[in-house]
Structures are given as C-alpha cells and as structure tokens.
C-alpha cells in the first residue's frame, strides 16, 4: 500500500523533504501516516491537511494511492 | 472564466483588454467591470522587502481558482470573471494578482471581485517567501485582513 506525501513552503524547509512515497496499511488515519512521513515529528499547530487536492480534517481516512499533501497557511493574492 | 498561473511578469491592464475583446456577445451585456490587482510591496511588517518567492501547490491551486470562479458565478449574476496569479521570483511593483467580475451591474460586479479575492486568499495554496534588505529570508505567516 503507498501513499505519497508531500510537504509545502516552511514546513518542507523545517523537515528537509518536499515529496515522499510511504509504504502503510491503509485504510489509515492523518496521525499515523504523519507519524510515518517524518519520523515521528510532533504534530505543527495550524497546519493544513488537503488529500488528492482537497482540504480535509485531521481526523480524516487515507487510502491507498492518496495523495496527502501537509501545509501552513496560505498567503497568496 | 480563465483561470491563469503565470512565471512571468504580467500588465493587468492588457489582460483585461484582451479578455474584454473576447467577451463578443456578451460585451454588451457588461454595464459593469470589477477588478482587484494586487502588487508587491516593498516593506512587510516594518522591515524593507527586497525580493518574493511565490510557491504554490499546482494541482491545486488550479483546481481551487476555477472552483472559486464557479462559486462566484453561481452567487451572482454576473457575466464572466478571470483570475491571473504569478508564482516563481517577484519584485516589488510587480503584479501578484488579478481578479476581475463583468456584470450587468456595479453591485453584483463589486461583490463577486471582492468574493474572488477574499477567497483565493482563504483557500488557493500559495505561499509568501520575502527577502529583505539585510539579507534575511523569511515566509509570510499570514495574510493581511481584508475587512474594511
């Protein structure tokens, strides 16, 4: 099972990495799948979830092949 | 309803004129034309800004800015609207971003410019990264408010 994570602007920078594939059991859960992507990094406050482009809950269900991509806000405009 | 990401640095004032020229049997339609242009500063926060990086997710921001577009078009009667937003290296002057809304009227004009700016700014995935004068980098950590 693989989902690909991927990391934007300061919290790319913060963690060292932009895009990864992680192997997990999936169905799996935002926690355990964060967990996973960064070696068990504490959770940031305010963060953004989005998965395959869409803007989710932390308390929602990843499948396999998502796309989970971890974000602070935005600042565009 | 064109949604554009863009590199390069562009004039608003042409994009609108060309889109006008496109607008055929709608042109005369639109009694009215709403449009926000944002351009960068050169001082964020009390510090001299020298430079901007634009990141964005791409896949997306598209997505989002042509959901926005739809929302507006669905909230009010209006005839058309476009979103123009540059990403990549930015200088202070240049234009960040473009939002228009045609109408037959000022109010729903007015009110779905003010609808696409706020919301590409709440919701489209891009990102801030200024340089200032002493050499510093740092991201933007939010957006200015946009209430009168």
């Given at each position: 099972?693989?989902?690909?994570?991927?990391?934007?602007?300061?919290l790319?920078?913060?963690?060292?990495?932009?895009?990864l594939?992680?192997?997990i059991?999936?169905?799996t859960?935002?926690?355990?799948?964060w967990?996973a992507?960064?070696?068990?990094?504490?959770?940031p406050?305010?963060?953004l979830?989005?998965i395959?482009?869409?803007?989710?809950?932390i308390?929602?269900v990843?499948?396999?092949?998502?796309?989970?991509?971890?974000?602070?806000?935005?600042?565009?405009g | 309803?064109?949604?554009?990401?863009?590199?390069?640095?562009?004039?608003?004032?042409?994009?609108?004129?060309?889109h006008?020229?496109?607008?055929?049997?709608?042109?005369?339609?639109?009694g009215?034309?709403?449009?926000?242009?944002?351009?960068?500063?050169?001082?964020?926060e009390?510090?001299?800004?020298?430079?901007?990086?634009?990141?964005?997710?791409?896949a997306?921001?598209?997505?989002?800015?042509?959901?926005?577009?739809?929302?507006?078009?669905?909230?009010?009667?209006?005839?058309?609207c476009?979103?123009?937003?540059?990403?990549?290296?930015?200088?202070?002057?240049?234009?960040?971003?473009?939002?228009?809304?045609w109408?037959?009227?000022r109010?729903?004009?007015?009110s779905?410019?003010?609808?696409?700016?706020?919301?590409?700014?709440?919701?489209?995935p891009?990102w801030?990264?200024?340089t200032?004068l002493?050499?510093?980098?740092?991201?933007?950590?939010?957006?200015?408010?946009?209430?009168?």
């Open positions: 099972m693989s989902v690909t994570v991927k990391f934007f602007a300061s790319r920078e913060v963690l060292g990495k932009g895009e594939s992680i192997t059991e999936t169905p859960d935002i926690a355990t799948l967990e992507a960064t070696e068990g990094k504490p959770f406050e305010h963060i979830i989005a395959n482009q869409h803007y989710v809950e308390n929602s990843v499948n396999n092949d998502d796309e989970v991509a971890f974000f602070p806000p935005v600042t565009g | 309803m064109p949604v554009k990401i863009v590199t390069e640095a562009f004039n608003p004032w042409e994009i609108l004129q060309s006008e020229q496109n607008l055929q049997e709608k042109a005369g339609k639109c009215a034309l709403s449009n926000f242009i944002g351009r960068m500063r050169d001082y964020n009390g510090d001299d800004v020298t430079q901007m990086y634009l990141e964005h997710y791409p997306m921001t598209t997505a989002h800015l042509n959901t926005i577009c739809e929302e507006a078009m669905q909230k009010w009667d209006i005839l058309d476009l979103i123009v937003h540059r990403v990549g290296e930015i200088n202070p002057t240049d234009t960040i971003v473009l939002v228009a809304a109408a037959g009227h109010g729903s004009a007015f779905a410019c003010r609808y696409l700016i706020e919301e590409l700014k709440h919701r489209a891009f801030k990264r200024e200032l002493n050499g510093d980098v740092r991201w933007v950590e939010k957006n200015t408010s946009g209430d009168l």
